[in-house]
């Protein structure tokens, strides 16, 4: 499960303002606020909706085995690469 954390550094990774996030995900403004801070549990299916939308913008949540957790961006593809 990704926390609010992970959520802000995918974020700042991709440079997007949480109004970027909010129509790449169609969530509310009230439920970003309460998953970025933790200060409630969020509906899976709204967390669901933040995830894939980041996942989808080329972010990767990671979860350690030690419980460390962090994001990574993937490398693009330039326009003109092969796929």
Request: proline share 4%; glycine share 10%.
């Amino acid at each position: 499960m990704i926390d609010g954390r992970q959520i802000r550094a995918a974020r700042a990774m991709l440079g997007w303002s949480r109004e970027d996030l909010l129509k790449a995900s169609g969530i509310s403004m009230s439920a970003l606020l309460r998953m970025e801070g933790a200060l409630a549990d969020s509906r899976g299916s709204t967390l669901n909706k933040v995830a894939k939308a980041l996942t989808l913008a080329g972010i990767e949540f990671v979860t350690r085995d030690d419980g460390a957790i962090g994001v990574i961006l993937k490398a693009q593809n330039p326009p003109d690469a092969p796929q």
